[in-house]
């Protein structure tokens, strides 16, 4: 890999990473509702990838579907999560959509786990486990972090279910992403949140920033950098590099929202990074796990 291509794999797990911190600041610090947060991000990003809409990828419902839970419905959750549970946490948890995409291709396309990516299954979930473990407090296991292990697991079915689409390209992607989770997201919003404008034109321009940043450099920009990196190098080249978005999260969660890192944290996150590292270099469903990433802003 070229110093330059290294650079932008760099710059993109460092957007990636930024963003987590940026979505906790949205939800927890200026106090946006987080379905609003996702219907606004991803109202932008069906606006500006109109054009991309056509041709129809087929089958339709199976597109629809695929495009909510990787966007809205995944990022709902993930918001939604993250309003209590800290960035670094929520990066490391997020790594699990890994294993659980390995174990679904299995139950649903059939596919087969050999035994050195079986233990990097096992070693990433003990490792996630670990970090949402909070011993000694009446709900040991962590609410929000159970939501964002949920959002990890409807990416994972999508990422699985979009395997069996084909001809896609990564910006019609984002178009049918953007327009099957905006209007759900909004009606969700209207439903079950309240005072989402007050707050918004509260926060005023740091708000519309953020969600420019989501909408725009994350979800647009970061993604078609990944997979233009991609189609280039061997996925097992590019995939391994990807552990530098969680790393990167959990330092800029220490020093930007003082998240704390103790023994625990800090033996959960290195058996889920081994356990990444295991199942990416393990082959097999390599390209399957990193797309899946690629479509997960959620770093």
């Not at 990433?124 to 709900?139: D, K, N, Q």
């Not at 979009?162 to 990564?170: D, E, S």
């Not at 994350?218 to 590099?241: C, E, F, Q």
């Amino acid at each position: 890999m070229t110093l330059r291509d290294f650079t932008l794999m760099l710059l993109v797990c460092l957007t990636w990473a930024t963003h987590t911190i940026v979505s906790k600041i949205v939800v927890s610090g200026m106090e946006i509702p987080p379905l609003f947060y996702a219907a606004i991000r991803y109202g932008i990003v069906a606006l500006v990838t109109v054009p991309w809409l056509l041709p129809v990828p087929r089958p339709r419902w199976r597109m629809a579907l695929v495009g909510f839970l990787m966007g809205g419905g995944g990022f709902a959750l993930f918001f939604l999560g993250i309003k209590t549970a800290t960035p670094s946490s929520a990066a490391v948890v997020s790594q699990l959509a890994l294993p659980i995409t390995a174990l679904l291709s299995v139950a649903v396309l059939g596919e087969r786990i050999q035994w050195k990516r079986g233990i990097g299954i096992a070693l990433t979930f003990v490792g996630g486990l670990i970090v949402m473990w909070h011993p000694g407090e009446r709900f040991p296991i962590s609410g929000g972090l159970l939501l964002v292990l949920g959002s990890a697991s409807v990416g994972s079915l999508a990422a699985v279910m979009m395997k069996q689409i084909t001809g896609v390209k990564p910006l019609q992607f984002q178009a049918w992403v953007g327009v099957a989770s905006a209007l759900p997201l909004a009606i969700l919003s209207a439903s079950f949140e309240t005072g989402q404008i007050t707050q918004a034109v509260h926060a005023g321009w740091p708000f519309v920033m953020a969600v420019l940043f989501s909408a725009l450099v994350v979800s647009l920009l970061g993604h078609t950098i990944y997979y233009d990196l991609i189609r280039k190098y061997p996925a097992n080249l590019v995939a391994p590099l990807l552990i530098m978005n969680p790393l990167m999260t959990v330092i800029l969660g220490i020093l930007v929202t003082g998240d704390r890192f103790d023994l625990r944290m800090a033996i959960g996150t290195a058996l889920a990074l081994c356990g990444i590292l295991i199942i990416t270099l393990g082959g097999g469903q390599i390209r399957l796990l990193t797309k899946r990433l690629a479509m997960r802003a959620r770093r």
